[in-house]
């Protein structure tokens, strides 16, 4: 225990030595670890989001269409991955050119059976036809699958990679 301006504190045995390995030394070396680590994975995560963000773009820019059922589509190309990989045993980063074309059909039918009615229209009916698609798809996948988490385990899901000092997981890394 110590004094601070007539206070007692009880800290944490790992805590206190934490405190006095960084006394007067500058940070531990465990807290830049921490720090290098957590900016390394908001970068590759950023870039994911990213990546979902062009995609989105890329839909309004060149097709003019505010689709806000993108995620959900996003949700049924994870949930045909993981049912690739848990029942045919297909990796989930091959699996990749499985699901990308069942996407792209299903976008495909989408865009022309439903989404090309609304072009014409003003932007509000696209705005809720897609708003409407979401909600049904995402329902229905909850119907049909239930709200329970899914997890893929594969040989290197629990391997990561040492690069300077920070331990970066593998599957982040692909």
């Known amino acids: 225990m110590r ?17 006095s390995r960084s006394r007067g030394r500058g940070p531990s070396r465990s807290l830049c670890e921490w720090r290098s680590s957590s900016s390394l994975y908001g970068i590759l995560i950023g870039g994911v989001y990213a990546l979902i963000g062009i995609g989105l ?15 959900e589509l996003l ?9 690739l990989f848990s029942l045919f045993h297909v990796d989930p980063f091959l699996s990749i050119f499985i699901t990308m074309p069942l996407m792209f059909f299903f976008g495909a039918f989408l865009q022309k059976i439903v989404i090309n009615r609304t072009l014409a229209a003003p932007p509000q009916n696209q705005i809720l036809l897609t708003i409407g698609l979401g909600l049904i798809m995402s329902n229905s996948v909850m119907l049909a699958f239930t709200s329970d988490y899914k997890i893929l385990s594969t040989k290197y899901s629990s391997s990561s990679v040492r690069i300077m000092g920070i331990s970066i997981s593998l599957p982040l890394m692909i």
């Open 57 to 71: 773009t890329i839909i309004f820019g060149v097709m003019r269409i505010i689709n806000f059922a993108h995620g």
């Open 3 to 19: 004094r601070i301006k007539g206070e007692r504190i009880s800290a944490h045995p790992a805590l206190r030595a934490t405190l």
């Open 75 to 83: 949700m049924l190309g994870m949930y045909a991955t993981y049912y």
